[in-house]
């Protein structure tokens, strides 16, 4: 299975502040979920799960029949061990965690990486510090960490443990949006979907181009 993390609608992408309002952060947050749910929902032989305490992001996993689980307590560190403890009370035998926030993800390039051999399957995020996919066979091969330096936690713990590691190295999956800059990249790739119809309904390319 698949997993999707999201965080509160109103902590969502911090670091886009003050150039969007809470409100725009939001709508954002929500677009990127729904085109990575397009590509997950799309993929043979892997349920997707939803992830969150926000009651707008339930709704839209139920709308979209994906499996929709509240978030218990933040942070994303104990969501995640709380999608394990489901995943392993359901027997699941490998757990794909994916970020959200990644909208110019393919079906061809998670089906690649979802492909790739190895008890630990990592993408790490185009600077290398983070990781945006993190694929587990078992769903607790090794313990999961997100946010900065966990790539390289991932495959030192890999390591450690002496589990057979692939790096999933696909600039799609590389690419989360979490920067003014990020935002131009996706109004760049001109890829349609929800994320690249938010920046332009929210002018946000003329909006950078004043802050420049």
């Known amino acids: 299975m698949i997993a999707l993390p999201v965080k509160s609608l ?9 150039l969007l309002t809470p409100l725009e952060r939001g709508a954002l947050t929500l ?14 032989g892997w349920d997707t799960w939803v992830i969150s305490p926000d009651e707008a992001v ?3 996993a139920m709308a979209r029949d994906a499996h929709a689980i509240e978030e218990a307590r933040p942070p994303l560190a104990n969501a995640i061990l709380q ?6 009370g359901r ?24 492909r790739t051999l190895g008890a630990v399957v990592v993408a790490p995020s185009s600077d290398e510090g983070g990781t945006n996919l993190l694929i587990r066979r078992p769903p607790t091969a090794i313990e ?5 330096d966990s790539y390289r936690r991932h495959l030192q713990t890999a390591t450690e443990a002496g589990l057979p590691t692939a790096v999933v190295d696909i600039p799609e999956l590389a690419f989360d949006l979490d920067l003014p800059s990020d935002i131009l990249t996706v109004l760049d790739s001109r890829r349609e979907g929800r994320t690249l119809q938010v920046c ?11 802050r420049a």
Not at 91 to 114: F, G, I
Request: proline share 4%.
């Open 10 to 18: 109103s902590e969502a992408k911090g670091r886009l502040d003050p």
């Open 31 to 44: 677009a990127m979920l729904e085109d990575v749910l397009d590509v997950t929902q799309a993929l043979t």
């Open 58 to 60: 339930i709704e839209i």
């Open 83 to 88: 999608i394990e403890e489901e995943a392993e």
């Open 91 to 114: 027997l699941v035998d490998a757990l794909a965690v994916l970020l959200p926030d990644t909208p110019l993800v393919t079906h061809a390039a998670l089906t690649s990486a979802l």
């Open 144 to 148: 999961a960490h997100f946010g900065h």
């Open 200 to 210: 332009r309904d929210l002018d946000l390319g003329a909006r950078l181009a004043t």
